[in-house]
């Protein structure tokens, strides 16, 4: 492992994937009343207790993002490509992105009424961290000169390369050809 390979953005997003990890299992995110069998009590519980299944689905994304920054570090310093079809970098940043989303929905739909459940520390260092990962994600791709859009072509031309046409089908219509008709007039600005 030669961490002397790792750019900046990766740095960044590493730092921010061990926070947000941290910041998922170790501190709470909510205080408040929770119902128990004796009655209410009051309590702080983190971002996997009394989450439901969307609070669940919303973690499992933070997860992924944690987990997408510290591998883009790992796979660097280890020099290991991954196959996947757009840049390590650009699912970091994506992921980090969809992370900070779901921590504000996570603030703005608690787990209880608003009234009775406030938020704790631990939401918050999630929501710095996630906003680290989605940075330091994005200055990977620019550090490596990768872009959403190339990302998204390179997605587009893996997909149209696996998806052959049926036989019996016809080909792309004039609309979704790519080509341009000789016959028209270019357009005018």
């Known amino acids: 492992m030669d961490l002397g390979k790792l750019r900046r953005g990766e740095v960044i997003a590493a730092l921010g994937g061990l926070l947000l990890l941290i910041a998922l299992f170790f501190f709470d995110w909510y205080s408040g009343f929770k119902e128990i069998p004796v009655g209410p009590a009051s309590t702080d519980f983190g971002a996997w207790d009394s989450a439901g299944l969307l609070g669940f689905v919303a973690d499992l994304v933070i997860l992924a993002a944690a ?18 079809p757009v840049a390590a970098s650009a699912l970091t940043a994506s992921l980090g992105i969809a992370a900070v989303g779901m921590i504000l929905l996570r603030m703005i739909f608690q787990p209880g009424s608003n009234a009775q459940i406030d938020l704790k520390f631990g939401i ?46 016809a080909g792309p219509s004039e609309a979704e050809s790519h ?6 007039p270019p357009p005018t600005a």
């Open 67 to 84: 987990l997408a920054a510290v591998s883009l570090a790992v796979l660097t310093a280890t020099s290991r490509t991954v196959a996947l």
């Open 124 to 169: 918050l260092l999630a929501l710095i961290a996630a906003l680290i990962v989605a940075y330091g994600g994005w200055d990977s791709m620019k550090e490596e000169g990768t872009t959403f859009d190339s990302a998204r072509d390179q997605l587009r031309s893996r997909y149209a390369r696996q998806q052959a046409p049926r036989p019996g089908t």
């Open 179 to 184: 080509e341009p008709d000789e016959s028209r």
